[in-house]
Structure formats: C-alpha cells, structure tokens
C-alpha cells in the first residue's frame, strides 16, 4: 500500500522504515531535505503539493509533528492538496478537540481524518507501536494493512481469558477506538497513566537510594546496587513492565544518572488528562501530583527526576530541555 509522511522525525522516520520493512510505499517529506532523501527505499518529496502529486488516489497521508501550530498549518495545507476519497492522519500527541475540529472540517470536502495516537517510541521500528486510532470507521478498515504493518503484534503476552469474539486487532496491538478524536483521547490518558507510572518508580528508587543517608543511625545504612534491584523486580516481580525495563537500561549504563540533571519537561498530554478529569468530576490525584512534579523539577532536582529524565530519554529520545543554551536536539515525536 502506498503512502505519505510529513514529518520525518524521531518517530516519523522509524515509522517510514517499518512500512518499507513490511512492503509498503513510501513518499516522504521533511522540512530538512536531507532527512527525506536519507530515508532508503522511500520516495523523496519536494513539498507538500510534490508528495501529494507522488501519491495515487486513494490518497493517504501521515503526518508525524509536534502537536500545535505546525500540525495545524500542515493539515490544514492538505486540505487544499487533496481530493475527496483521501484521507489524513495525525499520528502526533494533537488535542483530541482539535481532531473533532478538523474531521468535521475535513469532512465537508470529502477528505477523510484519522486520529491516531501512537505509542512506541524510539524503539517501535524493532518492536512496533501500539495504535489507538479515531476516525470514520471505513477509512480505518481501508488503512488496516498499514495499521497491521506498524503494529507490534500479539508477541508472546499470553492471550487474555474471555477475549473470545472480539476485535482480533486488540490483540495485535492496535484498536479502533471510535469517531474523531477518540483516538487521541485514549492516548492522552495512556500518557496521563504513564506520568504516574514513572512517577511511582522514580520515588521508589529515591527511597532505595536515600538509604545510605549518614542522617541514619549506622545499622540502618543500606548501600543498594539500583541497577541490580531493577534488574532483579523485572523477573517475576508484579511491578515488572516495559518502563521497568527502561529504568533497568539506565541505570545499568550509568547507576548515578549524572548525565542528567533531573528537569522534566512535560508535553501536553498529562495537563490534558487532569482537565478531562476535572470536567468529569473524577478523582485522579496520582496523575495530577505527577503532573506537578514534573512542574516543581524545572526548580529543583532530585534522584528521582533524574530517573524520570533517564526514563523520558529511553522510550522517546527525550533530551533534557534546560534553560540554559543547550535545549532538545529535536522536538519531534
């Protein structure tokens, strides 16, 4: 199947790279040329009206950018390139009030919106995403073999008991979450989830670490190894998870994190969660104090914000965005 990426970032080019991996055609652009024509076995394109003409109707196009500005003026770009039977995808982290803004605009010309919120990282070229995806139901059956292509696939997670006549692709890694903007929102809550998660285990490991404090009476100074405990609670512990085995990766290559300073950036997702659960009257105390430590870190640091940062920087390639001159290599997710 053939498509479009704009944005060849972080995630955008991996992306590329597996559907070329599974078969697929892609025409690629990115505002740095070079970028675009690195991409092996893609199709480079000029610009937006180059990759459009470069593309055989029905048409589809992934843009991959930070969510804002540039992923507004981008779609609202290729609203006026294609044609009626096409559609668009916004893969980034867009507010899921703006897709139902730009279905509906869309919509009126015919052009098909997906929202999909991907989640994967750096490592998703190698392990694949998982996909939540909105949109209207024909558009995304008609895109499966893409969805397929990224996703991670069934693995050897062991089937879930019950799961008898459901959706097949849940089980795959990806999921049809409902119309416009559902996508995005359950992956704002996934990153909302994901804040306290990390939160969690950036103050255990804190605690563990604190430990040899000479604020303690002398028999009760424990000098841990952090890496080994991490590396010990992923095999049959019940915190073991994919963030563990980050923190596992981190420390592993360097126990004190020192080439972290431990100021963690937030990008959207977890204030968007705390607002939805203020409109709905929910209690979600973890993820807001999460939220707000990620806040009080860009003042102060501890340990444990260097964890987070180290974390952010495993599954993302997250770089420490400081107020001093040396910010993220690259924004793009």
């Given amino acids: 199947m053939q498509i479009g990426i704009i944005g060849l970032g972080r995630m955008g080019v991996n992306i590329g790279r597996r559907l070329i991996s ?16 690195g991409l092996s076995g893609a199709t480079a394109a000029r610009d937006f009206k180059d990759l459009v003409a470069k593309l055989s109707p029905p048409r589809a196009v992934w843009v991959m950018l930070p969510a804002g500005q540039v992923t507004e003026d981008a779609i609202t770009a290729l609203g006026e390139l294609l044609s009626a039977g096409d559609t668009v995808i916004d893969g980034g982290n867009s507010f899921y009030k703006d897709d139902i803004r730009r279905a509906k605009s869309l919509k009126q010309k015919h052009i098909s919106y997906i929202d999909c ?27 499966d073999p893409i969805f397929s292509a990224l996703a991670s696939g069934a693995g050897t997670i062991d089937k879930t008991p019950g799961r008898d006549g459901r959706d097949p692709r849940v089980t795959n890694g990806y999921m049809h979450a409902g119309p416009a903007g559902a996508g995005h929102f359950v992956k704002m809550v996934h990153n909302g989830i994901e804040y306290g998660l990390m939160q969690a285990y950036a103050e255990g490991f804190d605690i563990l670490k604190g430990r040899n404090s000479d604020k303690l009476p002398e028999e009760e100074r424990f000098d841990l190894d952090l890496a080994d405990i991490a590396e010990v609670w992923r095999r049959g512990s019940v915190v073991a998870s994919w963030l563990l085995d980050l923190t596992a990766i981190a420390l592993a290559k360097k126990p004190d994190l020192s080439e972290f300073e431990g100021r963690v950036d937030d990008s959207g997702e977890g204030r968007w969660t705390v607002n ?25 640091h501890s340990f444990g914000e260097k964890l987070l940062s180290a974390m952010r920087n495993e599954f993302g390639g997250h770089v420490e965005s400081l107020a001093t001159a040396h910010k993220a290599k690259d924004g793009r997710k």
């Avoid at 690629?28 to 040329?33: I, N």
């Avoid at 994967?120 to 995806?133: A, F, N, S």
């Avoid at 209690?283 to 806040?295: D, E, H, K, W």
């Fill in 22 to 37: 599974k078969g697929h055609a892609v025409v690629g652009y990115d505002r740095t040329p070079a970028v675009a024509a």
């Fill in 276 to 300: 939805a659960a203020i409109d709905e009257a929910v209690a979600a105390p973890v993820i807001t104090a999460a939220l707000y430590t990620r806040f009080r870190s860009r003042i102060d």
């Fill in 117 to 143: 919120g991907t989640s994967g990282g750096v490592w998703g070229l190698d392990r694949g995403y998982c996909m939540m995806i909105g949109g209207d139901k024909a558009a995304v059956d008609r895109l």
